[in-house]
């Protein structure tokens, strides 16, 4: 008789922690907008020039992405699922990362002007590597997931993971600007920082055997940054360069072998 496993006091705790910060996320970044002096993402990204941020409608994503990400918080706090191998190995990466997200969260709204670029980007650095573990992780074990759990669970992980993938860079380009341009928006910062978020979901996208949810949001922000570029003639060479950044995320994700 195959025995059961035993639940330990880290299985509630990570349990209680998706539970909690999945809204969480949600309910920090909207902050701004229910309480009077406080900063807005908007009002954020307003703070600095940065040739990489998108137009607009891209953020939207995270509407998809905070509701799924609360659908798998309220799924893995099944008792069923308290001590299964697949949210116990994904479980303690995704808080961490949840709690990363809340936290920049805070920052953007409440840290002083001469402090938070550089808060918010370095909070965003353990966040996009928990993420992305909590992704290669349960895509791992996504065979042992059913047609509606992976939807629940390995759909918001690979999409949060994907989309941060990106907005991290956001948030480091303007302290490029700071360092290697006295502050100035320039090209050659804006493409090497663009060069480096490639990289970096391509690493990710290899690793986790062409995730095709994990590069979407990658490759939609890409689309959104050339729109801005190409449509307005703002910066046409980023634009391009974001058309051409987004098709070798589409040839990657169909070229790697798949590892499950």
Not at 99 to 118: N, S
Not at 209 to 233: E, Q
Not at 247 to 259: C, D, E, M, Y
Request: charged share 10%.
């Amino acid at each position: 008789m195959m025995k059961t496993a035993t639940a330990s006091p880290f299985d509630y705790l990570r349990q209680s922690a998706n539970l909690i910060l999945a809204p969480g996320m949600w309910l920090l970044s909207s902050i701004g907008f229910m309480m009077d002096g406080v900063r807005t993402a908007s009002d954020f990204s307003d703070m600095s020039a940065n040739w990489l941020v998108p137009s607009g409608p891209a953020f939207s994503i995270w509407f998809p992405i905070f509701l799924l990400c609360i659908a798998y918080g309220v799924l893995q706090a099944l008792p069923r699922n308290r001590t299964r191998d697949v949210f116990r190995a994904t479980g303690g990466w995704s808080a961490a990362g949840f709690a990363c997200i809340c936290g920049w969260a805070l920052i953007t709204a409440f840290a002083p002007d001469r402090t938070v670029q550089w808060a918010s980007a370095l909070i965003f650095i353990p966040a996009v590597a928990a993420l992305i573990i909590a992704m290669l992780k349960i895509t791992a074990r996504k065979d042992s997931l059913s047609t509606a759990e992976r939807l629940m669970s390995w759909l918001p992980l690979s999409l949060i993971a994907g989309w941060c993938s990106l907005a991290i860079f956001l948030n480091w380009t303007p302290i490029a600007y700071d360092v290697f341009a006295g502050g100035n928006a320039n090209l050659t910062s804006s493409l090497l920082i663009l060069a480096a978020a490639l990289g970096l979901i391509t690493w990710a996208l290899r690793r986790s055997g062409g995730n095709k949810a994990y590069v979407f949001p990658g490759i939609w922000g890409l689309a959104w940054l050339s729109g801005r570029h190409l449509s307005g003639s703002e910066i046409p060479v980023i634009g391009w360069a974001a058309v051409i950044g987004a098709g070798l995320l589409v040839a990657t994700t169909f070229l790697v072998k798949r590892k499950i």
